[in-house]
C-alpha cells in the first residue's frame, strides 16, 4: 500500500482555523461548559473536541461551524435571517457569472 501524502494547507488557512478554535474554546469557558458538556452536545468525542479547539484542518467543518455556533462565536452575521440575506445576495452575484469557467492555459498562482 503506497505511502498516504500529508496535505498541505496554506498559512491563512491553518491561522484562521487556530482562530476559530480559540475563539470556540473562549466561548465555551464563557458559557462555563466542560469540553465533555459540549462534546455531548455535539455528539462527538472530546478528543475531537480538542483538535477542533487546536485547529486541526481534518476535522469535518460541520462540526466545527456547529461548535462554534453553540458557544455563540458568529461565522457570517448575527442571526439566521441575516444568513438568509447574505445567501441570497451571493446567489444574485453568481447568477451574473458565466455558468462554466473554461481553463485559461495560464498557469494558476496559488501561493498566498
Known amino acids: 500500500m503506497p505511502a ?12 484562521s482555523l ?8 473562549f466561548g465555551r469557558k464563557q458559557r462555563k461548559m466542560t469540553e465533555r458538556e459540549l462534546a455531548e452536545r455535539l455528539g462527538i ?3 475531537t473536541l ?5 485547529g486541526d484542518p481534518r476535522v469535518e ?3 466545527v461551524f456547529e461548535a462554534a455556533a453553540i ?3 458568529k461565522l457570517f452575521d448575527a442571526d439566521l435571517k441575516g444568513i438568509a440575506a447574505l445567501t441570497s445576495r451571493t446567489d444574485d452575484r453568481i447568477a451574473v457569472l458565466p455558468k462554466h469557467v473554461y ?3 495560464k498557469p494558476v ?3 498566498f
Open 71 to 73: 458557544v455563540g462565536v
Open 103 to 105: 481553463k485559461t492555459g
Open 61 to 63: 467543518i460541520g462540526l
Open 45 to 47: 468525542a472530546r478528543s
Open 109 to 111: 498562482k496559488d501561493a
Open 4 to 15: 498516504k501524502r500529508k496535505r498541505a494547507y496554506a498559512r491563512y488557512t491553518l491561522e
Open 18 to 25: 487556530v482562530l476559530l478554535g480559540k475563539l470556540t474554546r
Open 50 to 54: 480538542q483538535r477542533i479547539e487546536k
